[in-house]
């Protein structure tokens, strides 16, 4: 997410406000940092949300402890975007796959993006397979 002056403001957080829906779990599929989105899903499922506080964790940090990652899975249903903030050049794993769906968020039905296949193809993936709501891609050789 970048502000008007072209740079990532969160990684200038430390933490982050989140809007929960589950206190059963960490993080449930419907949280969000967006409040905007928090109200609409508050609406449609008929429950209210709950605010916390959380450490914000940089993905590139993640990685540097990690060290190379043959195989990335990402369970980001609604925030695939996050590889956008992956650093290639560093931590390109040789297999991504990730979660698309098509349930309804605020009112726009989540489909899978283009431009997120695009970014992937500029960066030497392949789309290997879409199957039951995931998608995957290799690098090429």
Known sequence: MQNNRGYNFWK?????KIY?????ILISELDTDSLHLAKEHSKRIK??????????????????RIGKVN???LSVHISCEILYHLDFSK?????????ISKRKIGRKIFRY???LDNFLTR????????????ICYVKAQ
């Open 123 to 134: 960066k030497n993936y392949i789309k290997y397979f879409m199957s039951l709501g995931c």
């Open 20 to 24: 929960s829906f589950s206190n059963k």
């Open 47 to 64: 429950k209210n949300y709950k605010t916390r506080v959380i450490k914000n964790i940089f993905f590139n940090d993640l990685m540097e």
């Open 113 to 115: 993006d283009k431009k």
């Open 12 to 16: 200038e957080k430390k933490f982050i």
């Open 71 to 73: 195989f990335l899975k």
């Open 91 to 99: 931590y390109a794993p040789d297999v991504i796959i990730f979660g």
